[in-house]
C-alpha cells in the first residue's frame, strides 16, 4: 500500500506565504500535529518512509515515526516544487492579476516558468521518476510505502498515480498530518 502525508503546519502557512523550496521548519503547533499523527496512524503498518529533504517534511517524518524501527530515506525528487522569485510572497490571491496564482487556480494554463518557477513538466517529470524507480518495485514486491512531502509534490504524484488530468491537480490535495491511502 501507498501511504502519502503532507508535512506539519509552519509559520509561513499560517502567514499564508508560498513556501516552495524555501527551508521553512514546522513551528509548534507542526510539530504537535505530526506527533498527534503518529499517535492516531501507529496501528498502520509502514516498511519504509521516503522524505522530501526539506527540513518541515523531515522532521514531520521523525515525529510521526517516533518510537518505530521505520527507515526514513531522503529522496531529493521528493522536495516542494520551487516557485522561483515568487517564494515568501504573502497572499498572492489578494494581489490582482500574480502571475503564479495560475499554478493553484487554471493549472493546465500554466505551462511555462514563471520567475524561475519549476513548471508541472518538470514535477511531473522527476516525481515520474521516483514513482518508477522507488514506488512500484516496492508495491511490487509488497511493501507498505509512507511519503512525507508537501501539498504540490504529493498531488502531482496523485496525478499520476490516479491519471488524473492537470485540470484536477488541486483535487488531490489534503490537510497537513493527514494519510492519504492510495
Excluded at 515568501?88 to 520567475?115: H, R
Amino acid at each position: 500500500m501507498l501511504y502519502i502525508m503532507r508535512h506539519g503546519q509552519t509559520e509561513w502557512n499560517v502567514l499564508h506565504k508560498m513556501q516552495g523550496r524555501t527551508d521553512v521548519p514546522l513551528n509548534d503547533t507542526g510539530r504537535q500535529m505530526a506527533l498527534k499523527a503518529g499517535e492516531e496512524y501507529k496501528s498502520v503498518h509502514f516498511d519504509v518512509c521516503y522524505c522530501s529533504p526539506l527540513n518541515r517534511a523531515l522532521e514531520t517524518a521523525r515525529l510521526v515515526l517516533k518510537g518505530r524501527d521505520i527507515p526514513i530515506i531522503i529522496d531529493d525528487r521528493l522536495i516542494e516544487m520551487g516557485f522561483g522569485i515568487y517564494e515568501g510572497l504573502a497572499n498572492s490571491f489578494q494581489i490582482p492579476d500574480c502571475p503564479i496564482n495560475v499554478v493553484f487556480q487554471e493549472p493546465e494554463k500554466y505551462t511555462q516558468s514563471l520567475g524561475g518557477s519549476e513548471t508541472f513538466d518538470e514535477l511531473f517529470k522527476r516525481t515520474g521518476e521516483f514513482i518508477n524507480e522507488i514506488v512500484e518495485p516496492q508495491l511490487a514486491a509488497g511493501k507498505d510505502i509512507l511519503i512525507v512531502g508537501h501539498a504540490t509534490v504529493n498531488s502531482g504524484i496523485v496525478c499520476q498515480i490516479k491519471n488524473m488530468p492537470i485540470e484536477e491537480f488541486w483535487n488531490s490535495n489534503h490537510e497537513q498530518c493527514r494519510l492519504l491511502s492510495l
